[in-house]
DNA sequence: CCGCATCCTCTTCGATACTG
DNA sequence: CAGTATCGAAGAGGATGCGG
């Protein structure tokens, strides 16, 4: 492939994150260790398949740590890897640029009679 | 709703350009204005249904301009508004997050000790 | 040249039920 | 408790044809 996009790594980093649910799970990650069950807990719309899902997709993208307590009943702790944690610090400057610019809504549908260029 | 990503605008940010397509238009005009077509040409891919659709979607946003020149053949000018590349620039920190710890291909299959990639 | 409308396909996601 | 399996609905996305 040669898309624009190859060059830079930022799509490469969307792409980890663009889930549906993948920035609430790192969100709540991000205050603390989690269980599976107190995950489905914060976020009470995602459903059983997609966490386990998505965590693991996170997990593949080494994002999030994932321990398993062979204890009974079972237990399972998820948590922000160093990586993961990186993204946090470096999603900061997204945050600032949204909050930043938050209720534009210039209508721009501008027509111009200038003359032929090419 | 009373979702974790709420309090920060991180997921705002996310759902603009989480589109299919969307860095990939972003990449491209961050290097200049483009019409229609030129578009196209740059992301062979994606389909002129798609590019119209996340044009819209962009344009809506803030973060693309949109300039109809009414000639004949029609001639439209897509551009980054200033909110669009401030976006770059706060994506400059994700790219350099991917980099970081990019493809390192730990394989934990891989036994030998051989050096020498050739 | 730009881009909308239609049709059709493929993926995604939610709901439910079942296993260790 | 922590998942997996299956099914059906919903939506995203591609192909094509028409209109300004």
Redesign the interface.
């Known amino acids: 492939m040669s898309?624009?996009?190859d060059?830079?790594?930022?799509?490469?980093?969307?792409k980890m994150?663009?889930g549906k649910w993948k920035?609430?799970i790192l969100?709540?990650l991000g205050?603390a260790s989690r269980r599976f069950g107190r995950l489905r807990q914060?976020?009470p719309?995602i459903s059983e398949k997609m966490l386990a899902q998505q965590l693991r997709e996170l997990e593949a993208d080494?994002l999030v740590d994932r321990k398993v307590y062979p204890e009974l009943p079972a237990k399972v702790v998820y948590s922000l890897t160093e990586?993961g944690m990186?993204?946090n610090?470096?999603?900061?400057?997204?945050?600032?640029?949204?909050?930043?610019?938050?209720p534009?809504?210039?209508a721009?549908?501008?027509?111009?009679?200038?003359p032929?260029p090419s």
């Open positions: 898309k624009p996009t060059n830079c790594g930022f799509a490469a980093a969307i994150i663009e920035v609430d969100c709540e205050t914060a976020i719309e080494g990586r990186a993204l610090t470096a999603a900061d400057a997204l945050c600032r640029w949204a909050e930043q610019f938050s534009v809504a210039e721009s549908t501008q027509v111009y009679a200038a032929a």
